[in-house]
């Protein structure tokens, strides 16, 4: 989740909706053996310092509690400066969401990739604004886009939009995962929340021939 700049009602609004997500996700679940139903995870990610890097507060669980109490001590960091790195946000979650062998987290770090096997992948992206960080280089996005054409991508340059629709179209195209954005607050791009639905594949078409 991300929210810089919002006020403290929509902060308390934004976390009583991450409890309501995982709330109706823990009921969803309550008849399924331990172990076996669906997993949760909270990732941050504000800016690329030491500061402020995107980190994992909670590595998947199906203990959803711990996850709703999670979601009570998140803030938002401060709008000065670069501090909104969602491509690095969205990198994370979805190294996160790897499956585990020996191979991808020799160590068993809980914060690598914990991802199972033959299991649907799913990122629900909160974000108040546009990025102003990212890590991904020019020419390394240039040649992506350049490989993997899409209409929604911006032209050479837009490398804030650009690693993000990168990042999602890779998380679809790669772990066949599904990105849902959400939008909060004033400063929210929207142009830039549908392009990451129509690259993600998650947008909803209505067509009729009443």
Known sequence: PRSRGLGDVYKRQVRRALIAGINLIRNRNALVAGGSGDRVSIVTFDGRDGWHAPQ???????????????CTTLQAAGDIGATTSTESGVDLARTHLLAKTTISNPADDPTGPQGRK???????????????SWDMEQTVLDDYISSNGNANFYPTGYDWFNSVLAQTQQFYKDQRGKLYSVGMGLGTDYDFMDRIARIASTCLLYTSDA
Not at 58 to 67: E, F, G, I, N
Not at 118 to 132: A, C, E, W
């Open 56 to 70: 994992i507060v909670l590595p998947l669980t199906d203990d959803y509690q711990a996850a709703m109490t999670a």
């Open 118 to 132: 033959f299991t649907s992948k799913v990122i629900v992206l909160l974000t108040d604004g546009m990025p102003n």
